[in-house]
């Protein structure tokens, strides 16, 4: 008989060999037989738990490998595992007398990535996709003519073109400022010409709530989405003998002017004039209600294809000059004059000896508060007599920037009324800067200012400015892009706010009073 070599069958034939004589001895005995079963039936159960444990511990292993989920315990997922070195490296696969390879026991663990939740901007909820079926736009015809494209030089003069009726200054060619012009291709034409160039993807004003922001009116809401998304009709001169271009667009509604003929139209300027959009966000969350709409859009007449502002053009504007670009005349001097008198505060009639204008007094205290916070110099400072201007700066380029000796002589630009409503003003030309330092803001706007508007000192001190600057901006779809997200937007409104702060604090120290400046 042989012994058995493993640990397992030597145990087994060891019980074996022990209790079957016994077992014989105790059968054969002349003891009862009930305790003879007794002992028999405890003998055999003893055994049968040894033999169900060995079975149990021989297929632990077996089993551990086809447990997987969450109900796998930790500490079996701690355990080292012989086949893989603790240092990292992975030996290779054990090579068996048949040919096969042993692969080794491999576990990988994959660790989800917490998911960053996006920003919850207020009343701008995207509903669930739908299906959209493509739209097969519709190829330019024959008629499209390819007008001559603008050169750099050109394009450089376009924005300082002398326009009838209002003119908004701004040089093309700025420090930084790659070269641009207008696109020569299918689609870019002049005259008569008429090219459809339909819009297959969405709306460029997403509204995703119920209703638009409180502070944009529906004709606003409407106005956006013709700038944004209407099609291109024509190309333009603003005025016979400029190189200024309109985009005429495809609409309803009573004629925008001469230039633009029976359909409305729109000025697209530059992309470094992009701030142009933030001013008109902030005019109507401010409740001023002084600036044109204007939104962001990628023109398919663009050299570069980079998103530009494009601005309603409106013919009810008064008359400009041609030097300061404003519909009255007014030196700083006579500015200055202008406010003690208070000209039709109260619906008090001036006296001719005063010296008014038509324009209320109220104008021009919401005026100095708007161009405060985006520290706008080309209505109040021409010359930049109120700060440290750079060289990319209009007044050093042109230079007005050493005189600033007889201040009082200088003239007012970009004071715009409409034909019809010469109460009140019309803010063109809304360029910001949002790079000048604290310790370089110019206080030169604010100053002769006793008055400051209810509605907009409100919405500074409520706290709420970010949020619906958030949530106005992201309307528009093209500048939310172009600034980088809501990151970029954030910087811009962390310069506005704290400008509302240093604001704030001035009228406080002057002792300013805070009125209520409805349209009177």
Request: proline content about 8%; overall charge positive.
């Amino acid at each position: 008989m042989s012994c058995p070599d493993k640990p397992g069958q030597l145990i087994n034939w060891f019980l074996s060999s022990l209790c079957v004589p016994r077992v014989r001895k105790l059968w054969s005995s002349r003891r009862p037989r009930t305790r003879r079963n007794l002992l028999l039936g405890t003998a055999c159960a003893i055994y049968l738990g040894f033999l169900v444990s060995q079975v149990g511990r021989a297929s632990a292993p077996h089993g551990g490998r086809a447990r997987k989920g969450p109900h796998w315990s930790r500490a079996t997922a701690e355990a080292p595992f012989p086949e893989i070195p603790l240092d990292g490296t992975l030996a290779p696969p054990e090579s068996q007398g048949n040919g096969t390879t042993l692969q080794p026991n491999v576990v990988y663990i994959t660790l989800r990535s917490k998911r960053s939740k996006p920003a919850s901007i207020r009343g701008t909820v995207k509903p669930k996709r739908r299906k959209k079926y493509a739209v097969a736009s519709q190829a330019p015809g024959p008629r499209a003519l390819v007008g001559p494209s603008l050169r750099p030089q050109e394009a450089a003069r376009a924005a300082d073109a002398e326009v009838p009726g209002h003119v908004w200054g701004g040089n093309l060619a700025k420090a930084g400022e790659r070269p641009w012009g207008w696109k020569q291709g299918v689609g870019a034409q002049g005259g008569d010409a008429d090219v459809q160039l339909p819009r297959a993807e969405g709306s460029n004003i997403r509204i995703y709530s119920e209703s638009a922001p409180s502070w944009l009116s529906g004709e606003d809401i409407g106005r956006m989405r013709l700038l944004a998304d209407g099609t291109v009709a024509g190309l333009q001169p603003a005025w016979p003998r400029s190189r200024a271009r309109l985009l005429v667009l495809q609409g309803t509604g009573r004629p925008a002017g001469p230039a633009c003929g029976p359909s409305p139209c729109g000025l697209l300027k530059q992309p470094l004039d992009m701030s142009e959009v933030f001013a008109f966000h902030l005019d109507r969350i401010l409740g001023l209600n002084r600036t044109l709409p204007s939104v962001s859009r990628k023109s398919e007449f663009i050299q570069d294809g980079r998103p530009c502002p494009f601005i309603l053009w409106d013919s009810s504007l008064s008359p400009t000059s041609n030097e300061t670009h404003s519909s009255v005349k007014l030196t700083w001097g006579t500015y200055q004059q202008l406010l003690k008198q208070k000209c039709w505060q109260n619906g008090r009639v001036p006296k001719p000896e005063w010296g008014c204008t038509e324009i209320h007094h109220h104008e021009w205290s919401k005026m100095a508060l708007f161009d405060f916070l985006l520290q706008i110099y080309n209505r109040l400072d021409i010359n930049c007599c109120g700060f440290r201007p750079r060289k990319e700066d209009a007044c050093v380029q042109s230079g007005r920037r050493p005189k600033c000796d007889n201040q009082d002589a200088v003239a007012l630009a970009h004071i715009v009324q409409r034909k019809q409503d010469p109460r009140h003003l019309v803010f063109i030309d809304n360029k910001g800067f949002f790079d000048r330092s604290e310790d370089n803001l110019n206080f030169k706007l604010l100053e002769g200012i006793k008055e400051f508007p209810e509605s907009a000192v409100s919405v500074l001190k409520s706290q709420h400015l970010r949020q619906k600057l958030l949530q106005s901006l992201f309307l528009d779809k093209v500048y939310w892009e172009s600034q980088g997200g809501r990151q970029g937007i954030e910087k811009l409104i962390d310069v506005v706010e704290q400008r509302a702060k240093v604001l704030l604090t001035y009228i406080t120290a002057h002792g300013a009073k805070v009125l209520p400046m409805n349209d009177e």
